[in-house]
RNA sequence: GGCCCGUUGGUCAAGAGGUUAAGACACAAGCCUUUCACGCUUGUAACGGGGGUUCGAUUCCCCCACGGGUCACCA
């Protein structure tokens, strides 16, 4: 096989949502499997909606989820420039070239007018086809209507026959000549078309894939049909099926979030997130669901791509994610993490450095049991501020039972004589003192879990008091030993 | 509406004429445990319908239904 290039062309005009990703992931991994190269290259040729902004987002979220190309914006190769903005005249070659052929012909009707006669077409029950009418105006008519000032767009003028589509994916898939527009090439502000200059790019880079959405697969025929008429080599299509809300319609905004940015903010990991990503619709030979990256790119085969759309499920991702957040490297996760913690205004801005290594540790108890980052800022919560409710269900099983403040004030005496306060210290002298009064180790343990940290859960109890540290801890059991004594006493 | 693609448990998904129709998530139960998680064990749950072809169809063919995509001077 010739070197195999691939590209993902996306155009700036949102953020890169789940989708794209997925879509830049499949090509990413074909590329790295076949130690082929991945460009990535921005279709940006619709001036009204491209956003700097966007742009910007997209090359963030690919460099986040680690998906490093090639060639593309800020990293040159030998096919540049990578924006389609900057490629304009590449454009202006093939259509004078087709032009000069007869292949293309210029076409002065307006959008309004076009509008108007597709709804009319619509309401007839008649296709919304463009009716060609500008396809064999003379000279002198195009100089008329040029006159009248109209800015003509440039259409393909599309041959009798058929159009096959070879695609790895779904087989040969056809198409008769008959139900495809002169579509346009060239619009009347100067632009390419998408479909016009992916054509030009896809043969002029080089591209021997083209792997993209199934949504694109209608718009193959068209491309193709470019795509001879100028004489270029075609390139091999395969068209990965969609990406589906759990509604089965296409994935928007109103489906919550979408975007790889707000996975980002809600405490994903990108690993996590491109895991989930190549288990939807792609799946490995073998039955392990949680891949390290090198994995996936060893096992990666179109052939084992699906044909059905799949329904995106975030269950399955935070699964995932939850146990990626398990076994990162704990440094990793601290870092990650904080930014959550100080958007909660739990922790300052800058961490003095004197303190990462008690909040690392606090992080390392606490992430065994969330599923993102931002949980574990939930979970986490009480270590960086007081407690200023107890948890209503905990009251009730732990700090109901008669005698509770005063177990808690002898628990609290015991702490406060250690001499070393550790998980160790103080968990033999808690079950000391459940022996000595003879009841479970339960009915101490609970009522003091809710009383340093407002909860019935978290992680084991003696290791949050080390955490705490015992002059909190102490605080905390004064606090809720006066609690209950109001609160509990009049029932 | 025309054209195109698709249809295995709630979701992801294996399967390629003969299988007890994998596995994962979710859910339920149990075990473990100071709680919650993790982990482990077990369980519930599927081939859209109808015709063919065949000794035998989830698997091949046709029709229908349903879902999706596309028919833009968006990509």
């Given at each position: 096989m010739s070197k195999v290039r691939v590209r993902f062309a996306p155009s700036p005009t949102g953020s890169l949502h789940i989708g794209g990703a997925r879509t830049a992931l499949f090509n990413w991994l074909f590329a790295r499997h076949n130690q082929g190269t991945f460009v990535l290259r921005i279709d940006d040729t619709d001036t009204e909606r491209s956003t700097e902004l966007s742009y910007q987002e997209i090359l963030s979220a690919m460099r986040w989820l680690g998906l490093d190309w090639d060639e593309g914006p800020q990293k040159d190769g030998a096919y540049g420039p990578y924006l389609q903005s900057q490629r304009l005249d590449l454009y202006r070659q093939a259509i004078d070239q087709l032009l000069a052929d007869g292949k293309a012909y210029l076409c002065y009707c307006t959008a309004e007018e076009l509008a108007e006669r597709r709804k009319q077409a619509q309401a007839e029950g008649r296709p919304p086809m463009y009716d060609r009418r500008c396809r064999y105006l003379t000279r002198a008519e195009q100089e008329r209507l040029q006159a009248e000032g109209r800015q003509p767009v440039v259409r393909l003028a599309i041959p009798d026959g058929v159009t096959t589509v070879h695609d790895l994916i779904r087989g040969d898939v056809t198409f008769d000549n008959s139900t495809i527009d002169d579509f346009i090439l060239i619009k009347s502000n100067g632009m390419p078309t998408y479909n016009f200059a992916t054509v030009i790019d896809d043969y002029t880079m080089a591209i021997s894939h083209v792997i993209r959405a199934e949504e694109h697969l209608s718009n193959t025929p068209k491309q193709i049909l470019v795509a001879q008429t100028l004489g270029y080599q075609l390139p091999a299509y395969a068209h990965v099926p969609m990406i589906l809300a759990?509604?089965?319609?296409?994935?928007?905004?109103r489906h919550g979030a979408t975007s790889v940015e707000e996975y980002r903010d809600a405490g994903y990991l990108p690993e996590a997130i491109i895991n989930y990503l190549a288990l939807l619709g792609w799946s490995p030979e073998g039955e392990e669901e949680i891949i390290p990256l090198e994995d996936i790119?060893?096992?990666?085969?179109?052939?084992?791509?699906?044909?059905?759309?799949?329904?995106?499920?975030?269950?399955?991702?935070?699964?995932?994610?939850?146990?990626?957040?398990?076994?990162?490297?704990?440094?990793?996760?601290?870092?990650?993490?904080?930014?959550?913690?100080?958007?909660?205004?739990?922790?300052?801005?800058?961490?003095?450095?004197?303190?990462?290594?008690?909040?690392?540790?606090i992080i390392e108890a606490v992430r065994d049991r969330v599923k993102t980052l931002a949980e574990v800022a939930d979970a986490a919560s009480y270590f960086f501020t007081e407690i200023t409710s107890y948890d209503e269900k905990g009251v009730r099983k732990h700090f109901t039972k008669p005698g509770v403040a005063e177990l808690l004030e002898e628990a609290r005496a015991a702490l406060a004589a250690l001499p070393d306060f550790n998980a160790q210290s103080t968990e033999e002298a808690y079950r000391k003192i459940a022996e000595q009064k003879g009841i479970s180790t339960g009915q101490l343990f609970h009522p003091t879990r809710l009383a340093v940290s407002g909860r019935t859960m978290g992680p084991g109890l003696f290791e949050i008091l080390?955490?705490?540290?015992?002059?909190?801890?102490?605080?905390?059991?004064?606090?809720?030993?006066?609690?209950?004594?109001?609160?509990?006493?009049?029932?």
């Open positions: 759990p509604d089965r319609s296409k994935l928007s905004k790119v060893a096992d990666f085969s179109l052939a084992r791509v699906a044909k059905t759309a799949a329904i995106y499920d975030t269950k399955k991702l935070t699964w995932i994610n939850g146990h990626y957040l398990r076994e990162a490297d704990i440094d990793r996760i601290t870092r990650l993490a904080l930014p959550f913690l100080q958007a909660k205004g739990l922790l300052p801005d800058p961490l003095p450095e004197q303190d990462y290594s008690h909040l690392r540790a080390e955490l705490l540290g015992r002059e909190t801890v102490l605080e905390r059991l004064a606090k809720a030993i006066d609690w209950i004594k109001n609160n509990m006493a009049t029932n």
